[in-house]
């Protein structure tokens, strides 16, 4: 089943400040003038974070702008809203989470065929001298590259 993906928000500060683990991908549960902001890319992820309660995997701080048209339809842009995954992959979450110094982000929401995804990670924050490391690394596999394109 290959459907076509497209990235509406994407969470770049996520794969600078934790290390990924493990990746999730979520279904979303949403109001009708949500999905028609959410289709028009009106969405920031950035400081959005996941937690899991009572079996379920809550989504807060997603800001979804209201719809220009929906006029009394529209919902609270920052209300939390519910990720639709299995009880199986809830209870991994909660485990994850339930370790020192793990969380849960979200690291974008995108639109596959008709349905709107969030991916999420189960992710442990970096010290600074892991972030040092990450760019410096990132700068000489820049460096690299640019040598071998100018050979």
Do not use: W
Not at 51 to 77: C, M, T
Not at 92 to 121: C, M
């Amino acid at each position: 089943m290959n459907q076509e993906s497209r990235v509406i928000a994407n969470n770049k500060r996520a794969k600078h400040d934790y290390f990924l683990e493990k990746i999730y991908e979520a279904g979303i549960e949403l109001k009708g003038t949500e999905v028609k902001s959410v289709r028009n890319g009106k969405v920031s992820i950035q400081e959005a974070y996941v937690d899991v309660r009572d079996g379920e995997a809550i989504l807060k701080g997603l800001h979804i702008s209201p719809y220009e048209q929906g006029n009394r339809y529209n919902v609270d842009p920052l209300r939390d809203r519910r990720l639709l995954l299995h009880k199986k992959e809830i209870r991994q979450l909660q485990e994850a989470i339930s370790r020192d110094g793990y969380t849960i982000v979200p690291l974008s929401v995108n639109l596959r065929g008709r349905l709107i995804k969030v991916d999420i990670a189960v992710a442990r924050g970096k010290k600074l001298y892991d972030k040092r490391a990450s760019l410096k690394a990132a700068d000489d596999k820049r460096r690299i590259d640019r040598a071998l394109a100018g050979e």
